[in-house]
T-cell receptor
């Protein structure tokens, strides 16, 4: 079975402070993990991905995520939030299941950045 | 390279009608997947096409169907529309070489469908 849990539906931070968006997953196989961002009325944009290479993954716009197999986590972080980071963020797991790719999205975390 | 394009961007239909949505993948990408996004259910996988064949299907009724053409462009059709079909429909393409490959998906801007 494969699942993704985004632990917070809403996160609010002040501009210039760190961002932490939490994601836990379960998968029967070695999965690939992704973080996507969706701005209002827009499609999804890839922030970063983990595909069994380095466990610390750097993405666009200063975001990074660390794959921790022992904790089955893939939390997204950014040292300093910017107003333009306000959006909804989705953690995604992709894994092989019976020869097919199974894609599971988390329920999303809405990030609010307070000036 | 141009990104994934979807047409139309916005659509209003009434219950009982049918609708066709179109997706043009990134040039060279052979895999196209469709997703439905609603406030209540979040993002849900509809189906995936690779080389004109449906390779994977989510848990949606038969009213939802799709196809892929030889140029990798894909269409999604919903027949007998219901109010609950109102959603943002997202298309994603990837460059994977076979059905089991794990390649990054690139999403289009979506088609927002409103069923009245």
């Amino acid at each position: 079975a494969q699942s993704v849990t985004q632990l917070d539906s809403h996160v609010s931070v002040s501009e210039g402070t760190p961002v932490l968006l939490r994601c836990n997953y379960s998968s029967s196989y070695s999965p690939s993990l992704f973080w996507y961002v969706q701005h209002p009325n827009k499609g999804l944009q890839l922030l970063l991905k983990y595909t069994s290479a380095a466990t610390l993954v750097k993405g666009i716009n200063g975001f990074e995520a660390e794959f921790k197999k022992s904790e089955t986590s893939f939390h997204l972080t950014k040292p300093s939030a910017h107003m333009s980071d306000a959006a909804e963020y989705f953690c995604v797991v992709r894994g092989n299941s019976g020869g097919y790719q199974k894609v599971t999205f988390g329920t999303g975390t809405k990030l609010q950045v307070i000036p | 390279k141009a990104g994934v394009t979807q047409t139309p961007r916005y659509l209003i239909k009434t219950r009982g009608q049918q609708v066709t949505l179109s997706c043009s993948p990134i040039s060279g990408h052979r895999s196209v997947s469709w997703y439905q996004q609603t406030p209540g259910q979040g993002l849900q996988f509809l189906f995936e096409y690779f080389s004109e064949t449906q390779r994977n299907k989510g848990n949606f009724p038969g009213r939802f169907s799709g196809r892929q053409f030889s140029n990798s462009r894909s269409e999604m059709n919903v027949s007998t529309l219901e109010l609950g079909d109102s959603a943002l429909y997202l298309c994603a393409s990837s460059s994977k070489k076979d059905t089991s490959a794990q390649e990054t998906q690139y999403f289009g801007p979506g088609t927002r469908l409103l069923v009245l």
